[in-house]
T-cell receptor, first 110, second 114 residues
Framework: DQQVKQNSPSLSVQEGRISILNCDYT??????FLWYKKYPAEGPTFLIS?????DKNEDGRFTVFLNKSAKHLSLHIVPSQPGDSAVYFC?????????FGKGTHLIIQP | DGGITQSPKYLFRKEGQNVTLSCEQN?????MYWYRQDPGQGLRLIYY???????QKGDIAEGYSVSREKKESFPLTVTSAQKNPTAFYLC?????????????FGPGTRLLVL
């Protein structure tokens, strides 16, 4: 039973446009959410996080939105750049540590 | 230059053999973690440790063992009991394993079975 779901295995976006990656969760006890970016054969790199007491957190080109009532969060990247092409993992923190989604492969088209 | 190092980058295991993956951090973090990633899958927690000489099983601990004799080091042994060991293994650390902490990852070790 997946507690953190990223329903889009891949997403293709044109360079310069907005990329929106989505994540849904089922466990209402999750209180902290993170996004990681991963290149092939490398470890994930932390991007941005949000606490459950907030609904938005922004860091440069990256913004994370949290809708607690819908148990949904999204990562917005604007403008999208070629170096953003990677797999993005959503993760949620609960009592047992981090639970990861399966990832979304973002492809930025020139 | 602080960070997490994992070695080797690639590791080959023969049938029935135990192999040990190294993870070292110089971030002065108390908590360390081991995850496994399979193709098309998210990261799954194998073991974690919040303090020296103590560790806890994660979601998929069967066939694995760990030790935490030093704060900086958290080696993972893949035993012969692990029937499907081929995967990408990631080590991570965080300051003390608290509820609102970020985990930082090493570069990973890819384990292949011969």
């Amino acid at each position: 039973d997946q507690q953190v779901k990223q329903n889009s295995p891949s997403l293709s976006v044109q360079e310069g446009r907005i990329s929106i990656l989505n994540c849904d969760y089922t466990n209402s006890m999750f209180d902290y959410f993170l996004w990681y970016k991963k290149y092939p054969a490398e470890g994930p790199t932390f991007l941005i996080s949000i606490s459950s007491i907030k609904d938005k957190n922004e860091d440069g080109r990256f913004t994370v939105f949290l809708n607690k009532s819908a148990k949904h969060l999204s990562l917005h990247i604007v403008p999208s750049q070629p170096g953003d092409s990677a797999v993005y993992f959503c993760a949620a923190k609960g009592a047992d540590g981090l639970t990861f989604g399966k990832g979304t492969h973002l492809i930025i088209q020139p | 230059d602080g960070g997490i190092t994992q070695s080797p980058k690639y590791l080959f295991r023969k049938e029935g053999q135990n192999v040990t993956l190294s993870c070292e951090q110089n971030l002065n973090h108390d908590a360390m973690y081991w995850y496994r990633q399979d193709p098309g899958q998210g990261l799954r927690l194998i073991y974690y440790s919040q303090i020296v000489n103590d560790f806890q099983k994660g979601d998929i601990a069967e066939g694995y063992s760990v030790s935490r004799e030093k704060k900086e080091s958290f080696p993972l042994t893949v035993t012969s009991a692990q029937k499907n060991p081929t995967a990408f293994y990631l080590c991570a650390s965080s300051i003390y394993g608290g509820p609102r902490e970020t985990q930082y990852f090493g570069p990973g070790t890819r384990l292949l079975v011969l």
